[in-house]
Structure formats: structure tokens, C-alpha cells
């Protein structure tokens, strides 16, 4: 069963930074490429940012590229997010999730809280 335990958030202010972190476990880590999510309130579920096997090979929401970083350690079945310039707008709950492309290939794990409020 895979389990994926999100972590990091908080409240920041606009302009400021969080770094969120994923733990990972029942799956073969280093073999999936990780995506990153999110949800605001009244909205649908977005996709963030994804990696493959490396560092080099990642991807991003137009919304977010510039902005944001995605990473992974594969011997710690970890993925990352380095947010910076956070904007009012990237206030949601964030979710990690393995990926096909852009879209989710498991169960959901709780999330975390990010809010951007001055």
C-alpha cells in the first residue's frame, strides 16, 4: 500500500518562501516519476511541478515556473518543493503524488496547508 505523507507547510507572507517535503513508501521510489499538487478552496486539483528520474528532467505549471522547485532524494524516498516569491494565489492545501505526466497514479495522502496572507 502507498503511502505519501506531506510536510512543510505554513503560513508566509507574500514574497516569502516554504519548502515542502514528501515521504514515500510502498513503492519502488526511484523507479516513479513524483509530481507535486494543489487545491484551493472552491477549486479543482492542479498539477504543480513533476520529476523523473533526475534532477534535470522536470516539469512546472505555467503558473509556478521561475517560482518554484521540485527535487528528490531517492535514497531517503523523498520529493521536494522549494517555493519562493509565494504569491496570495498559491494559498492551498499541497499534495505529492506519483505521475504520469501530469496526472495522479495513486491514492491521496492528507496534504499540507500553505497560506499566503500578508
Known amino acids: 500500500q502507498v503511502q505519501l505523507v506531506e510536510s512543510g507547510g505554513g503560513l508566509v507572507q507574500p514574497g516569502g518562501s516554504l519548502r515542502l517535503s514528501c515521504a514515500v513508501s510502498g513503492l519502488v521510489f526511484s523507479a516513479y516519476p513524483m509530481g507535486w499538487f494543489r487545491q484551493a478552496p472552491g477549486k479543482e486539483r492542479e498539477f504543480v511541478a513533476g520529476i523523473r528520474w533526475g534532477e534535470d528532467s522536470t516539469y512546472y505549471a505555467d503558473s509556478v515556473k521561475g517560482r518554484f522547485t521540485i527535487s528528490r532524494d531517492n535514497a531517503k524516498n523523498a520529493v521536494y518543493l522549494q517555493m519562493n516569491s509565494l504569491k496570495t494565489e498559491d494559498t492551498a492545501v499541497y499534495y505529492c503524488?506519483?505521475?504520469?505526466?501530469?496526472?495522479?497514479?495513486?491514492?491521496w495522502g492528507q496534504g499540507t496547508q500553505v497560506t499566503v496572507s500578508s
Open positions: 503524488n506519483s505521475v504520469a505526466g501530469t496526472s495522479p497514479t495513486n491514492s
